[in-house]
């Protein structure tokens, strides 16, 4: 079974230029998530789509991120402009879900991720 | 907001010792699962953990949920080179709040 592929993997962009980052979950998948991983960190999560539906895009810095996922399978994060502190890893994740009482289908896996690297 | 501690953040141990990672948090949490990530990856799931008290092993590796919600532990048996990496603890809740939180990751070497 294939799992979750993102492109591009890796990303150099000068700052204040647009970015997009692409994802394509696990077939079956019903949840995506994006997460932005600082040098250092764990992931944190940006935004949660169940279906083409945005259920949690609390942590999403509206100003300058915005997502997509127009037929509930793949997904687009942007970036505009893009800033110095925007550099990171953006990975994408899906589970089943969701099943709020059955946690297996919640869990999620995670695709390499896109490391961008703004100048 | 919620925080999950992991330390030290970096480890250093020899092959064919037994490691063991521990990680807390403030809050509880209905499922504790641990990732591994290795240069240029993403998180691979190593194990899930679903019920206060489980013990669930995965080869070499063993977790257990604690009793009261809040904290997880990962042990590696036997280490081998490959064991190298990054591994994060994470908590979900369940349901219309399922985002995981994460640790900061310890940093496993193993010493030939």
């Not at chain 1, 647009?18 to 994802?23: D, G, H, L, N």
């Not at chain 2, 070499?60 to 809040?70: M, V």
């Not at chain 2, 994060?88 to 399922?98: D, I, R, V, Y």
Request: aromatic share 10%; proline share 6%; glycine share 10%.
């Amino acid at each position: 079974e294939a799992g979750v592929v993102q492109s591009p993997r890796y990303k150099i962009i000068e700052k204040k230029q647009p970015v997009a980052f692409w994802c394509n979950p696990i077939s079956g998948h019903n949840t995506l998530y994006w997460y932005r991983q600082n040098l250092g960190q764990g992931p944190e999560l940006l935004i949660r789509y169940e279906n083409e539906e945005a259920v949690d895009d609390s942590q999403l810095p509206k100003d300058r991120f915005s997502a997509e996922r127009l037929k509930g399978v793949d997904s687009t994060l942007k970036i505009q402009p893009a800033e110095l502190g925007d550099s990171a890893v953006y990975l994408c994740a899906s589970s089943l879900g969701p099943a709020p009482w059955q946690v297996v289908e919640e869990t999620q896996y995670f695709g390499p991720g896109t490391r961008l690297l703004v100048l | 907001g919620q925080q999950l501690n992991q330390s030290p953040q970096s480890m250093f141990i020899q092959e064919g010792e037994d490691v063991s990672m521990n990680c807390t948090s403030s809050s509880i949490f209905n499922t504790w699962l641990w990732y591994k990530q290795d240069p240029g990856e993403g998180p691979v799931l190593l194990i899930a953990l679903y019920k206060a008290g489980e013990l669930t092993s995965n080869g070499r590796l063993t977790a257990q949920f604690g009793i009261t919600r809040k904290d997880s532990f990962l042990n590696i048996s036997a280490s081998i080179p490959s064991d190298v990496g990054i591994y994060f603890c994470a908590g979900q809740q369940t349901g219309a709040n399922s985002k995981l939180t994460f640790g900061k990751g310890i940093t496993l070497s193993v010493r030939p």
